[in-house]
C-alpha cells in the first residue's frame, strides 16, 4: 500500500471527506518512533474530537486517534469485478428484497418496515434504501415504536462493501447504541456454469409450492404458520426443489412413500435476469453425496429456462462448509449485510 509523496508520508485526509472510501495508516499503540504500522481501508464515517472512523467493508467500525495518524489518503472505489455479472448494490438490494417479502409492510419516508410475525430477521427488519424522511435519532425511535406494537424485536438491515452501500448508516446506529447482530454475504455468479454442474438431478422434483415433506426439512420455524408460507411463496417466480429420503441418485422422487423428510431441498426465485437462491438443507444423513449440487443445478436450468442469466445467494460468514460450495460453483461476494438491534 503505498502512502508516500515525494518520499514522504503524508495525511492526505480531513473531515471534509466523511463517506469517501479512505486508505490510512497509523503507528501502534505505545509504539515510538520504531513503532510498527497497522493499515486500515474502509469508509471514513465521522472524525470528531480527535477520533477517526472507518467502517470496514466487513461492516467492522474502527475508531483511530488521530494523533496516532501517520498517512491517509483518498482511494477510489474497489474496480470493477473481474467474474460474474456486473451489478450495483442498489439493483442487488432490490432483488434480494423482492425474494423475501414481509407480510406487513409500511414506509418510513424512502425506508420500509417489514414484518412476519418473527419469521427470520430478512422479513422482520427495516430495509433502509433512501431518505427516512425524519432526522435518524427520531427515525430509530419510530422503528422501535413500531416493532413494539407488534411484540417483536427491533431490526435494521444495512450492507457494505459495495459502491453506493452503507457504512455511514452502521456508523450511525452504533452511535444510537444499536449492535450489529448477523452478518452475511451476498453472493453472486453466472447462471450457466450453475446449470451445467456436474449433478444427477434425476432425483430432484421442483414445484411452485412447498409441501409437508418440503416444510418438514427446513428448519427456520417450528410451526409453519400462514406467515411463513405467505414468505416462502414470495417472489415473480419461486420454485422449490426436493429430494426424497430414500433417494440415493436412483431417480425416486419426493412422497415416494419412504415415510422419511427429504434428504434435501432448496428454493430459487427467479425476477428478470436474476435466479436467487435460499434454503438450500441436506440432511445430516446424506451429505457429501452431492445432493446440493444436484438442487442447485435442477434451480439453475429451470432459471434458465425462463431466461435468467445471472445469479445471487446469501450464506452466513461462519458457515464454512456453504463457503466452500458456492466457491467451487462460481460464486464470489457482493457486499455483506448486517442486521443491527438495539443493545
Known amino acids: 500500500m503505498e502512502f508516500t509523496m515525494g518520499g514522504r508520508l503524508e495525511v492526505r485526509i480531513t473531515p471534509a471527506d466523511v463517506g469517501k472510501r479512505v486508505s490510512v495508516r497509523r503507528r501502534s499503540a505505545g509504539g515510538g518512533s520504531g513503532a510498527e504500522f497497522t493499515d486500515t481501508v474502509g469508509v471514513l464515517t465521522s472524525w470528531n474530537d480527535g477520533v477517526v472512523a472507518i467502517t470496514r467493508k466487513s461492516g467492522e467500525s474502527v475508531r483511530i486517534l488521530e494523533s496516532t495518524l501517520v498517512a491517509g489518503k483518498v482511494v477510489p472505489a474497489a474496480p470493477a469485478r473481474r467474474r460474474g455479472p456486473a451489478a450495483s448494490f442498489a439493483e442487488l438490494a432490490a432483488v434480494t428484497a423482492r425474494a423475501w417479502q414481509p407480510v406487513e409492510s409500511e414506509p418510513l419516508g424512502e425506508w420500509r418496515l417489514r414484518a412476519a410475525g418473527g419469521f427470520t430477521r430478512r422479513a422482520n427488519s427495516v430495509l433502509p434504501l433512501g431518505d427516512p424522511g425524519l432526522p435518524l435519532g427520531e427515525a430509530f425511535e419510530r422503528i422501535e415504536q413500531w416493532y413494539g406494537e407488534r411484540g417483536l424485536p427491533?431490526?435494521?438491515?444495512?450492507?457494505?462493501g459495495a459502491e453506493g452501500a452503507q457504512e455511514t448508516l452502521c456508523a450511525e446506529l452504533e452511535r444510537q447504541g444499536w449492535r450489529r447482530e448477523v452478518t452475511a454475504e451476498v453472493r453472486i455468479a453466472a447462471l450457466a456454469p450453475v446449470g451445467d454442474l456436474d449433478a444427477d438431478v434425476s432425483a430432484v422434483r421442483l414445484a411452485r409450492e412447498p409441501d409437508a415433506a418440503w416444510l418438514s426439512r427446513y428448519q427456520r420455524f417450528?410451526?409453519?404458520?400462514?406467515?411463513?408460507?405467505?414468505?416462502?411463496?414470495?417472489?415473480?417466480?419461486?420454485?422449490f426443489a426436493?429430494?426424497?429420503?430414500?433417494a440415493r441418485g436412483e431417480g425416486a422422487g419426493?412422497?415416494?412413500?419412504?415415510?422419511?423428510?427429504?434428504?434435501?431441498?432448496?428454493?430459487?426465485?427467479?425476477?428478470?435476469?436474476?435466479?436467487?437462491?435460499?434454503?438450500?438443507?441436506v440432511a445430516p444423513g446424506h451429505r457429501r453425496r452431492g445432493l446440493a449440487t444436484a438442487v442447485m443445478a435442477a434451480l439453475a436450468r429451470r432459471a434458465l429456462d425462463e431466461g435468467a442469466s445471472a445469479a445471487w445467494l446469501q450464506v452466513?460468514?461462519?458457515?464454512?462448509?456453504?463457503?466452500?460450495?458456492?466457491?467451487?460453483?462460481?460464486?464470489?461476494?457482493?457486499?455483506?449485510?448486517?442486521h443491527f438491534r438495539p443493545a
Open 154 to 160: 427491533p431490526y435494521v438491515q444495512t450492507a457494505t
Open 222 to 239: 417450528s410451526t409453519p404458520g400462514p406467515h411463513v408460507l405467505r414468505v416462502l411463496g414470495s417472489g415473480p417466480s419461486v420454485w
Open 316 to 338: 452466513e460468514e461462519d458457515n464454512e462448509g456453504a463457503r466452500a460450495l458456492y466457491d467451487g460453483m462460481g460464486f464470489a461476494p457482493h457486499h455483506r449485510y448486517h
Open 254 to 281: 419426493a412422497g415416494s412413500g419412504d415415510g422419511e423428510p427429504p434428504a434435501a431441498i432448496g428454493r430459487c426465485v427467479v425476477d428478470g435476469r436474476w435466479a436467487g437462491f435460499m434454503a438450500v438443507e
Open 242 to 246: 426436493t429430494v426424497a429420503g430414500g
